[in-house]
C-alpha cells in the first residue's frame, strides 16, 4: 500500500532563512506526488506537484520541490521564509491501488516562520 | 467560476442522530471524494465516487455511506453519529489522476 511520512511535526524557521519541510512516500510504482497547504479554519490550497520530467518542481508562493527517486523523498523547499508561509503542510501521493484516483496524505507538518 | 462548496460549515449533533453534509461541485468532474482531518493522522479517506451511481469504500468508511446521484454532489450521511466521528471533513473532487484536485473548505463536525 502507498503510504506518505512527514516525519517532523514542527518546522521552525526564522524570517528570510530558507525552510526545507521534509516528505518520503512509499509506492509500488511511479509516484504522483503534491504538496498542499492550510492555513487556519480553511481548506487544502494546491503548492506544486511532481508527475514526470524534472526533478525539480516550482509551485505557487514561490515554493519548490525536489523528487528524489533514490531516497523516495519529495521535500518541500523555499530559499527565504516569511512570516505568512505559517501553515500547515500536506505531502500526498496520488494512490492508483487500494482506493482508486484517491491521495493518500502524510500527517502534516506546521511550519512557524518567525519574525 | 466553478468551485466546490460545503454545507454546513459548522455542526453540533448529539450521538445517535443521522447527520448528512452535503458536497457540491460545479467543475463537472467525475471524481469525487470524502476524507477526514484528525490531529496526527493528516487526512484519511472515507468514501469515493468515480461518476453517478458508483460508490466505493475507503480506508475508514465504517460508520459513514455516501451516494451519487448526479455528477455534481455527493453527499455524505453518518447513520448514527459517533463521538469518534468529530471531525473536520473535507470533500474534494478532480478528473484526472495527474491533477491536483480542488478540496472544499471543510465541515467542522462536533458529536456530544
Known amino acids: 500500500a502507498q503510504s506518505v511520512a512527514q516525519p517532523e511535526d514542527q518546522v521552525n524557521v526564522a524570517e528570510g532563512n530558507p525552510l526545507t519541510v521534509k516528505c518520503t512516500y512509499s509506492?509500488?510504482?511511479?509516484?504522483?506526488l503534491f504538496w498542499y497547504v492550510q492555513y487556519p479554519n480553511r481548506g487544502l490550497q494546491f503548492l506544486l506537484k511532481?508527475?514526470?520530467?524534472?526533478?525539480l518542481v516550482k509551485g505557487s508562493y514561490g515554493f519548490e520541490a525536489e523528487f528524489n527517486k533514490s531516497q523516495t523523498s519529495f521535500h518541500l523547499k523555499k530559499p527565504s521564509a516569511l512570516v505568512s508561509d505559517s501553515a500547515l503542510y500536506f505531502c500526498?501521493?496520488?494512490?492508483?491501488?487500494?482506493?482508486?484516483?484517491?491521495?493518500?496524505f502524510g500527517p502534516g507538518t506546521r511550519l512557524s516562520v518567525l519574525p | 467560476d466553478a468551485e466546490i462548496t460545503q454545507s454546513p460549515r459548522h455542526k453540533i449533533t448529539e450521538t445517535g442522530r443521522q447527520v448528512t453534509l452535503a458536497c457540491h461541485q460545479t467543475?463537472?468532474?467525475?471524481?469525487m471524494f470524502w476524507y477526514r482531518q484528525d490531529l496526527g493522522h493528516g487526512l484519511r479517506l472515507i468514501h469515493y465516487?468515480?461518476?453517478?451511481?458508483?460508490?466505493n469504500k475507503g480506508e475508514v468508511s465504517d460508520g459513514y455511506s455516501v451516494s451519487r446521484s448526479n455528477t455534481e454532489d455527493l453527499p455524505l450521511t453518518l447513520e448514527s453519529a459517533a463521538s469518534s466521528q468529530t471531525s473536520v471533513y473535507f470533500c474534494?473532487?478532480?478528473?484526472?489522476?495527474?491533477?491536483?484536485?480542488?478540496f472544499g473548505p471543510g465541515t467542522r463536525l462536533l458529536v456530544l
Open positions: 474534494a473532487s478532480s478528473e484526472h489522476r495527474g491533477d491536483s484536485g480542488y
Open positions: 509506492v509500488s510504482g511511479n509516484p504522483y
Open positions: 511532481y508527475i514526470t520530467g524534472d526533478n
Open positions: 500526498a501521493v496520488r494512490d492508483m491501488s487500494n482506493y482508486g484516483q484517491n491521495f493518500v
Open positions: 467543475w463537472n468532474h467525475n471524481n
Open positions: 465516487s468515480y461518476g453517478v451511481q458508483d460508490t
